[in-house]
């Protein structure tokens, strides 16, 4: 599959991802997934997409005891990331190669808050409510093996999603927590 192919199935697999999340519903931990290229396999150009065994545990992380701090859960991923690019970087590479084909990108999906004014305006302009923490997201992004990001997010109570894929993202994005990691895990799964 060439990276134009790559980048529409790319957008059309997580546009998918993203709607089934929707209708589970909210308030459901974290998936890091393994987006592949089953191209050879199927005949036709295709994705399959396979979430990494993560134990649940990483993920409650996030709900401190006596609930009184939250961290986000790019805490959890980034201390994935370490751990699988590092000590267990054979078995990040031995489900890698399970799979049945070459692994194309790596997503996120998971939920937060948007604190930003950009974030309140969109929401206002949906009719949303905006909470005082900030406006509860949706966010599946990935990073694919042509350096593109590709994210879609949907605000909690909106029927639409906002995607975004920038073919040359700028190093301040590249450098941010969520991409990083997906950058340093794909690179490692497929060295």
Known sequence: MN???????????????????????????????????????????????????????????????????????WVGLSAITQSLVNEKVADLRRWTHAQSGPLVAMAFLGEGLDTSDAGRRAAAARGLPAEPDGIPVRALTAFDIDGRVHQTVRMRGAATTTTLVLNSPTSHMQASIIPACLWRLLTAARA
């Open 3 to 73: 990276s134009e192919r790559r980048a529409v199935a790319l957008t059309t697999a997580l546009s998918a991802i993203e709607a089934l999340a929707d209708a589970k519903g909210w308030d459901a931990y974290p998936a890091l997934l393994g987006l592949i290229d089953t191209s050879t396999h199927t005949g036709r150009e295709s994705l399959d997409v396979e979430e990494l065994p993560i134990h649940t545990s990483v993920w409650q992380l996030h709900s401190m005891p006596e609930g009184r701090i939250r961290l986000p859960y």
